[in-house]
């Protein structure tokens, strides 16, 4: 039984993509684009489900930063949900708008290329997201585990708001489940 | 749709004569280089937002001001090459369909700021068959100045997102924007009434 499954069990009704469709509406994040995965399978059905969200996909990672960065400065708050993959076609974008412009950009990335990747490329790319992130010095974290998620998203985003700046949500497979080669 | 037919124009022309037309507070993002540098010479507006970098993304913040501020008209003006870095883009704001959000194409079919070069798509492509094809039906290039500011005026009633494109030449920008990004940023979010000054 997959590790996230087993913790799901442990907290009664909540899943780690409840948690964070409910951190993301009581912070009210409404405007959800993303570029899927299969991991957040859950999370963007449930997203799409409820009529509080504005869920779309977007070609491109970096089309969905310019969406919520736009819709920041007009009043309106939204997160970006991405793979590992899609983080590492940012770099760019963060050091030009969202970083300069002080922007408190909300990513969520689902992590692959660790803990069981099959892909070479997914793990070759997943360890360029954290060198990066760390040399532009942007707060992330790595989630782990179910019972610390609710406490790290809605203090992440409340610290992004507050100071105005992007934070990067990892969901790691030890919270997830990750994808897996037989799936 | 013939780019043929349409006459080659200013860009510092045409932005004016775009601004000279607002009336109600709209936004309008300018994207990287040339494009925000004639909206900055134009003349400065608390609803401007001029970028400096992140090519392509003009009209994705565009149609993010268009979905928080859905009462609001959003204008983004963007380059043809800009825009070929991010042509999903129109397939996006196609879906969403954000009646509110008006995208105007500056195209010379050259990288004019980096020395002119032309793009891959400046003998081949044609910006307004693309944005059609991306499902904005509301796509047109505009014949001359006269036809551009009719082509804006009709666009500020339409029930559904607009493309204008524009044929221009290959002159440089006529000013230069004051590349203070969180002051650019302030100052739009004041303009849109987000936000009040300190």
């Known amino acids: 039984m997959a590790i996230a499954e087993q913790q799901k069990q442990g907290a009664g009704e ?3 993509h409840g948690i964070v469709l ?15 995965d299969r991991v957040l399978t859950p999370l963007i059905k449930n997203l799409h489900a409820d009529p509080f969200f504005t869920t779309f996909a977007t070609a491109r990672e970096e089309e969905a930063v310019g969406i919520v960065s736009g819709a920041w400065m007009g009043g309106r708050r939204g997160a970006v949900l991405m793979q590992t993959s899609g983080f590492a076609t940012l770099a760019n974008t963060l050091a030009s708008l969202a970083v300069p412009y002080q922007i408190p950009l909300i990513m969520f990335v689902s992590e692959r290329g660790t803990l069981g990747e099959f ?6 790319v997943c360890r360029t997201m954290r060198p ?21 998203a809605d203090r992440s985003i409340k610290q992004a708001v507050t100071t105005q700046a992007p934070v990067a949500l990892i969901l790691n497979p030890l919270l997830t489940g990750g994808k897996t080669f037989d799936k | 749709m013939n780019t043929r037919n349409t006459k080659v124009m200013n860009r510092f022309d045409v932005t004016s004569r775009l601004i000279a037309k607002l009336k109600h507070e709209e936004a309008v993002v300018g994207g990287i280089g040339n494009t925000n540098f004639d909206l900055w ?19 994705p913040i565009a149609l ?59 003998n081949v492509a044609d910006i307004v068959a693309i944005a ?16 551009f500011e009719r082509l804006v005026d009709e666009a500020m009633s339409a029930a559904a997102p607009s493309l204008i494109a524009v044929r221009i ?28 000054p300190l």
Do not use: C
């Open chain 1, 14 to 16: 909540k899943s780690w």
């Open chain 2, 132 to 147: 059609t094809g991306s499902g904005l039906a509301r796509s047109s290039w505009a014949a001359d100045e006269e036809d």
């Open chain 2, 64 to 122: 993010g001001v268009a979905l928080a501020q859905p009462d609001r008209r959003v204008f983004a003006l963007e380059g043809d090459g800009s825009l070929l870095m991010q042509l999903g883009a129109l397939s996006t704001i196609a879906a969403l369909k954000p009646k509110n959000l008006i995208m105007i194409v500056m195209d010379n079919g050259i990288y004019q700021i980096t020395g002119a070069q032309p793009t891959p798509a400046a």
């Open chain 1, 132 to 152: 990066v992130l760390d040399s532009l010095a942007l707060e992330h974290h790595t989630i782990t585990r179910l019972d610390e998620l609710e406490f790290i």
């Open chain 2, 169 to 196: 030449d290959d002159k440089p920008g006529v000013g230069a924007t004051r590349r203070d990004p969180v002051q650019i940023r302030e100052r739009f979010m004041h303009g849109l009434g987000v936000r009040e």
């Open chain 1, 119 to 124: 892909n070479y490329g997914q793990a070759l």
């Open chain 1, 22 to 36: 409910q951190t993301l509406k009581r912070n009210e994040i409404s405007l959800i684009p993303y570029v899927p």
């Open chain 2, 41 to 59: 010479a134009a003349g400065h507006r608390p609803q401007n937002f001029y970028m400096l970098g992140s090519m392509g993304l003009a009209f």
